[in-house]
Nanobody, 111 residues
Framework: QVQLVESGGGLVQAGGSLRLSCAAS????????MGWHRQAPGKQREFVAV???????SYADSVKGRFTVSRDNAKNTVYLQMNSLKPEDTAVYYC?????WGQGTQVTVSS
């Protein structure tokens, strides 16, 4: 079965950077689209970024220019590089493949 495991979250000051990783297993990783979503306290889960099997990317307007999604098919891993972080980026970040979700990793940005 497909499993997604996120890592790399933590506490960072505003303006700082973090890189999230999502390791996939049990899937034909290189042929699948991978996405990142996030959920802040009291809010609905929202789209952050996606990368296709061909490497095309798309971002939410709120993170465009600050976040970069990438993938390493040899490692079955997708990454989310987050720069110029803002307090409003605080959320649990989830990796997604189709209807499969990871457990999430907490990102907290202090002002």
């Amino acid at each position: 079965q497909v499993q997604l495991v996120e890592s790399g979250g933590g506490l960072v000051q505003a303006g700082g950077s973090l890189r999230l990783s999502c390791a996939a297993s049990g899937t034909s990783f290189s042929s699948t689209m991978m996405g990142w979503h996030r959920q802040a306290p009291g809010k609905q889960r929202e789209f952050v970024a996606v990368i296709t099997s061909a490497g095309r990317t798309s971002y939410a307007d709120s993170v465009k220019g600050r976040f970069t999604v990438s993938r390493d098919n040899a490692k079955n891993t997708v990454y989310l590089q987050m720069n110029s972080l803002k307090p409003e980026d605080t959320a649990v970040y989830y990796c997604r493949q189709g209807n499969i979700w990871g457990q999430g990793t907490q990102v907290t940005v202090s002002s």
